[in-house]
């Protein structure tokens, strides 16, 4: 079982490009999620989608997309990508079922904007 | 506005002795809380969670209502507990909230 599969595992990208950031979970979870992780500010959520065909914004939106056009993807683009967007990202994935479901998390992505 | 403060961003502490990270949080509805770790250049991983009341690799953690924390505590400090530690809240929206993170290191 994979859980939950992020692509590229790094990349460094020239400012101004479009870059897609790829989320893929085969456990059929609900709701799904993207994080940034920076030093000294933690994981911040960017977007999320609690099913198919639904997304929210998260703490810090600005600069970002999602689609959830089905239950297992869930990409990220940065429609034109910034320096301080220089981070980690973590995509995870949820069920919505019941109390007590944790998230299930990717092994992240490493994007250096330059 | 913040809606989980783990107010110690580095923690140090010898082998053999105890360790507690902080954690508080905001939130009007019925919490649900965990405690993720994330070893050097892994992926996050759950380590508990407050509705189960378990024990995970010597770890516990109190929800307390009224003080608003779900502090982590562990009575005798291993070396392979070095690591990040993220104190992370799921709202009813089923969006989970994450501390700064507080980086543990012991001693040997």
Known sequence: IAGITQAPTS??????RRMTLRCTQDMRHNAMYWYRQDLGLGLRLIHY???????GKGEVPDGYSVSRANTDDFPLTLASAVPSQTSVYFCASSSTAGRGAEAF???GTRLTVV | AQRVTQPEKLLSVFKGAP???KCNY?????PELF?????SRQRLQLLLRHISRESIKGFTADLNKGETSFHLKKPFAQEEDSAMYYCALKEGSNQFYFGTGTSLTVIP
């Open chain 2, 26 to 30: 905001s939130y009007s509805g019925s």
């Open chain 2, 19 to 21: 360790v507690e990270l």
């Open chain 1, 49 to 55: 989608s609690n099913t198919a065909g639904t997304t």
């Open chain 1, 11 to 16: 990349q460094i990208l020239a400012a101004g």
């Open chain 2, 35 to 39: 405690w993720y770790v994330q070893y």
């Open chain 1, 105 to 107: 998390f990717g092994q």
